[in-house]
Nanobody
Framework: VQLQASGGGLVQAGDSLRLSCAASGRIYSSAVMGWSRQAPGKEREWVAAIRWGVGNTYYSESVKGRFTISRDKAENTVYLQMLSLKPEDTAIYYC????????????????WGQGTQVTVSS
């Protein structure tokens, strides 16, 4: 499995941004796809996850209500729509994949993308 994250950039506080994570190969319905982020000097933080098959979504409290994770099965792609961005959202965003939901939300997933930088200026 290879994951390719894209869509990061430099935006102002209050702006929106959509990240994409394209996966190569077949994604099984049991897979869980996630997004995590890592700010300079901080540990990696999980932010959102989606069950590939049924589409159930989960969010960390820090982004709930502002971020939306979704997937396009035909495109083998997971998205992270980010609204009302804040300077504290600045980080490198990584997508991940595993069959174990617990591993995704604890940043122990087997597969990771290369990361895409999101910078939010105040």
């Amino acid at each position: 499995v290879q994951l390719q994250a894209s869509g990061g950039g430099l935006v102002q506080a209050g702006d929106s941004l959509r990240l994409s994570c394209a996966a190569s190969g077949r994604i099984y319905s049991s897979a869980v796809m996630g997004w995590s982020r890592q700010a300079p000097g901080k540990e990696r933080e999980w932010v959102a996850a989606i069950r590939w098959g049924v589409g159930n979504t989960y969010y960390s409290e820090s982004v709930k209500g502002r971020f939306t994770i979704s997937r396009d099965k035909a495109e083998n792609t997971v998205y992270l729509q980010m609204l009302s961005l804040k300077p504290e959202d600045t980080a490198i965003y990584y997508c991940s994949q595993d069959s174990d939901w617990g591993k995704v939300v604890t940043n122990k997933a087997d597969y990771w993308g290369q990361g895409t930088q999101v910078t939010v200026s105040s």
